[in-house]
C-alpha cells in the first residue's frame, strides 16, 4: 500500500504504464491548480526511483490556457527493474521540498486484459474511450477508490455494489483484485448488463431508472458510484440516495463521484458554441473568464443513453461541495469529501448509513 495516502490527489494522466522484459516505462502529465510544481518523483512500491525527466506537453498545456496560476508538468521514466514486478506506482508533485499532490496507479497485471474488452460501443457510452486507454482508466478509478478506502479503514472483503456499472469499467477490477469480496453490478443499461454477465459472471443486474431496486435492505456493506451521480439531475439524485441508503447495511458506506468545482471550470472555460460570454456568466452565476459553481447546475441534457435512458433523464450535471454535502447529509453521515478523487477528474464523496 502506498504511503502518500494522505497527499492529495490530483488531475494527471499515465498515457503510458507498461512493465515488460523486466523494464518499466512511466510517461504522462500531473496538474494542480493553484500551485506549480517545484518537482516531480516517482515511487515505485514505496521507494522513490528516477530520476523522473520533465518533457514538453503542448497538448495538456493548451488544454489548461484558462489556468494562468499553474501549468501541467510532462513527465517520463524509463526504468530496468531488478525484482519482481511492481504492484503501484506513485507520481508525486512537490512544493517547496514537501509533497503537495499525486497521481497514482496499480501495475497492469498479465490477466487484465482477460476478460476480452467489452465492444467499442460500449465502452464509449461511459467513457468516450476504447480499448487499452478504457482499461487504464478503470484500473486508475480503482486505484483511486481502494486508496480512499485504505486511508479511512473502511472494510472491502464484504458485499459490494457498482451501481451504475456500465459495462464493468471498475467492476472488472474489483472482481481480479478482490477474490475475497462479493461484488454485485448493476445499471440501466441492459445490453451492458448482458455483456458483463456473460463475460464477468453472475451477480450483474438491470435496474431500473427510479428505484426501487430488487435487493434487500442492508444488502451490501460497500456501495460504490464512479460517475452516476454526475448524470443525474436533483430530484432524481436524492430519490437513488434514499434507495441506497435502504440497501446499505448500517454503518455500510457510500463512495460516489460528482462533478464538482474543478471539473465545472474545465468544461466552461470557454463559451460553448452560440453561447456570449455573458450567457455563460449568467448561467453560473460568476465571471465568465473563471466561472465558479454554486449550488447544481443539471440542465444539460446527455444524449449517450438515447434510446436507453427515459427522454430527458441522462444529464451532463456539476454540482458544489457545499451542496453535494448538504444534500448527502439528509441520507448519510459525510465522512470525507476529497477534491479530485476520482480519475483527478470527479470529486468523491464518502458517506456512512448512520448505525
Request: glycine share 10%; hydrophobic share 45%; proline share 9%.
Amino acid at each position: 500500500m502506498s504511503g502518500f495516502l494522505e497527499v492529495p490527489p490530483c488531475p494527471g494522466s499515465m498515457d503510458v504504464l507498461t512493465v515488460a522484459g523486466g523494464h518499466l516505462s512511466l510517461h504522462g502529465w500531473i496538474f494542480q491548480p493553484g500551485r506549480a510544481f517545484d518537482a516531480v518523483a516517482a515511487h515505485v512500491d514505496g521507494e522513490r526511483v528516477g530520476p523522473v525527466r520533465l518533457v514538453e506537453r503542448p497538448d495538456v498545456a493548451h488544454a489548461f490556457a484558462w489556468a494562468d496560476d499553474a501549468r501541467p508538468a510532462g513527465f517520463a521514466l524509463e526504468l530496468d527493474l531488478a525484482g519482481p514486478a511492481p504492484a503501484r506506482v506513485d507520481v508525486i508533485g512537490s512544493v517547496a521540498g514537501t509533497p503537495a499532490a499525486r497521481l497514482s496507479c496499480f501495475m497492469p497485471l498479465p490477466d487484465d486484459a482477460h476478460p476480452p474488452d467489452p465492444p467499442d460501443a460500449l465502452q464509449e457510452r461511459v467513457s468516450a474511450l476504447h480499448g487499452p486507454a478504457f482499461r487504464a482508466q478503470g484500473l486508475r478509478m480503482f486505484t483511486d477508490l481502494v486508496d480512499q478506502t485504505a486511508r479511512l479503514g473502511i472494510p472491502t472483503a464484504g458485499r459490494i455494489l457498482d451501481w451504475g456499472c456500465g459495462c464493468g469499467r471498475v467492476t472488472r477490477h474489483f472482481l481480479a483484485r478482490m477474490p475475497g469480496a462479493s461484488i454485485t453490478g448493476c445499471d440501466i443499461d441492459g445490453e451492458a448488463i448482458d455483456w458483463c454477465a456473460g463475460h464477468l459472471g453472475a451477480g450483474f443486474v438491470r435496474v431500473g431508472p427510479m428505484p426501487p431496486t430488487p435487493f434487500a435492505e442492508g444488502a451490501f456493506d460497500l456501495v460504490i458510484a464512479c460517475s452516476v451521480l454526475t448524470h443525474l439531475p436533483a430530484d432524481v439524485q436524492e430519490a437513488w440516495l434514499a434507495e441506497i441508503r435502504r440497501v446499505l447495511v448500517p454503518g455500510g458506506h457510500f463512495l460516489a463521484s460528482t462533478q464538482g468545482e474543478y471539473a465545472f471550470r474545465l468544461a466552461h472555460r470557454a463559451p460553448e458554441p452560440g453561447k456570449t460570454r455573458a450567457l455563460v456568466r449568467r448561467l453560473v452565476g460568476s465571471s465568465a473568464t473563471a466561472p465558479r459553481l454554486d449550488g447544481i447546475v443539471d440542465a444539460t441534457l446527455d444524449p449517450a443513453l438515447d434510446g436507453i435512458a427515459p427522454a430527458g433523464y441522462y444529464r451532463g450535471v456539476f454540482q458544489s461541495r457545499a451542496y453535494t454535502t448538504d444534500v448527502c447529509s439528509r441520507y448519510f453521515d459525510v465522512v470525507d469529501y476529497v477534491e479530485r478523487g476520482l480519475n483527478g477528474h470527479q470529486d468523491l464523496v464518502v458517506l456512512r448509513r448512520p448505525a
